[in-house]
């Protein structure tokens, strides 16, 4: 079984019970196409470089997922139709990260950082 990490971008004006319905509803599509998803992270509402489709911020959201290559078609075929998701991107990858991805590690180191900062105050 090949290992991909997929990402989505969803709109800001969604809520964030929206969003955990859109990452449900492409669990969903990976297991019916004999996929599965081993991880979902949502990583919050971030920033955005630059505006897409009038949007200045967007929700992120992370799926480790196991499964042969017509998984992805489909899983991106539905994306692409789904007018809530702005970008999305797959990437092949030879093993899935243990443990919190990069960008839940960073999240928590903030939140450190601005505790300690604080304490010194």
């Known amino acids: 079984m090949a290992l991909y990490e997929h990402v989505f971008l969803a709109r800001q004006d969604l809520s964030q019970s929206q969003v955990d319905a859109l990452a449900a509803t492409a669990t969903e599509i990976v297991e019916k196409n004999d996929g599965k998803v081993t991880k979902t992270e949502t990583w919050g509402l971030k920033s955005l470089a630059y505006k897409i489709d009038r949007n200045r911020k967007a929700h992120f959201v992370l ?24 970008r999305y991107m797959t990437v092949r990858v030879d093993e899935h990260e243990s443990g919190p991805s990069v960008m839940m590690r960073k999240s928590d180191r903030d939140r450190k950082r601005r505790a300690d900062r604080e304490e010194r105050d």
Request: hydrophobic share 35%; net charge negative.
């Open 63 to 86: 799926l480790n997922i196991e499964g042969p290559g017509s998984v992805v078609e489909e899983l991106e075929r539905q994306t692409r139709i789904n007018e809530d998701i702005i």
